[in-house]
């Protein structure tokens, strides 16, 4: 099922009757990784928002052919990184407070949004919403290109192919930076773990 593909020839035949259907199947996701770069939910509706915006006029401007040729989900990943990485920088020249590591179990990246059973077991939807605050917060720690990396393979679940894309960057490029990510992410954690066990002892 090429779903991508038939809201593509949707959009090549009748962009303006298809395009809120681009924005229905794609509006969680491109909300999810702003959120997960930006780590601010406002600015993430802002940056998800200003993507759709910048998408409707890039397709307003290609003919059929090219529309047809889009992969559509690193494309629409590639418009909102962009959009990210522009807040990041205007962040930086005011001087942002520097953000606290928190940590977060590695195993855990697929627990960054909610659950449709969590209302079911309170206890354990308070731990798994905890695991989320975590995670995202130490997420937020990581030098931009591995949150990037990170966020599109195992927040967004894009293929390598699909990140490299996404990103501009060759294939192996990115396995490196996902591969650090990760263990900059584990890293930290075990280091928060130390710290708990020494708090509770001491």
């Known amino acids: 099922m090429d779903t991508d593909g038939?809201?593509?020839?949707?959009?090549?035949?009748?962009?303006?009757?298809s395009f809120e259907t681009l924005v229905l199947a794609h509006q969680d996701r491109l909300f999810s990784i702003a959120l997960r770069v930006l780590g601010d939910r406002h600015e993430a509706e802002e940056a998800a928002q200003d993507a759709?915006?910048?998408?409707?006029?890039?397709?307003?401007?290609?003919?059929?052919?090219?529309?047809?040729?889009?992969r559509l989900r690193p494309w629409l990943a590639t418009i909102v990184l962009n959009l990210c990485r522009s807040r990041l920088a205007r962040r930086a020249a005011r001087a942002a407070v520097a953000r606290p590591a928190?940590?977060?179990?590695?195993?855990?990246?697929?627990?960054?949004?909610?659950?449709?059973?969590?209302?079911a077991e309170?206890?354990?939807?308070?731990?798994?919403?905890?695991?989320?605050?975590?995670?995202?917060?130490?997420?937020l720690t990581l030098p931009?290109?591995?949150?990037?990396?990170?966020?599109?393979?195992?927040?967004?679940?894009?293929?390598?192919?699909?990140?490299?894309?996404?990103?501009d960057r060759p294939e192996g490029t990115v396995k490196a930076q996902v591969h650090r990510g990760l263990a900059l992410l584990?890293?930290?954690?075990?280091?928060?773990?130390?710290?708990?066990?020494?708090?509770?002892?001491a």
């Open 122 to 139: 309170p206890a354990v939807a308070a731990a798994r919403r905890d695991t989320r605050e975590t995670w995202a917060a130490l997420l």
């Open 144 to 167: 931009p290109a591995y949150r990037t990396a990170v966020v599109l393979r195992h927040v967004d679940g894009l293929s390598y192919p699909e990140v490299a894309t996404a990103l």
């Open 6 to 17: 038939t809201l593509l020839t949707a959009l090549a035949d009748d962009l303006d009757g």
């Open 52 to 70: 759709f915006v910048r998408a409707y006029r890039a397709l307003g401007s290609y003919e059929p052919g090219r529309i047809l040729e889009l």
């Open 186 to 201: 584990r890293t930290a954690f075990e280091a928060a773990q130390r710290r708990e066990r020494e708090e509770m002892t």
């Open 102 to 119: 928190l940590s977060l179990d590695a195993t855990e990246l697929g627990t960054l949004e909610p659950r449709a059973d969590e209302a």
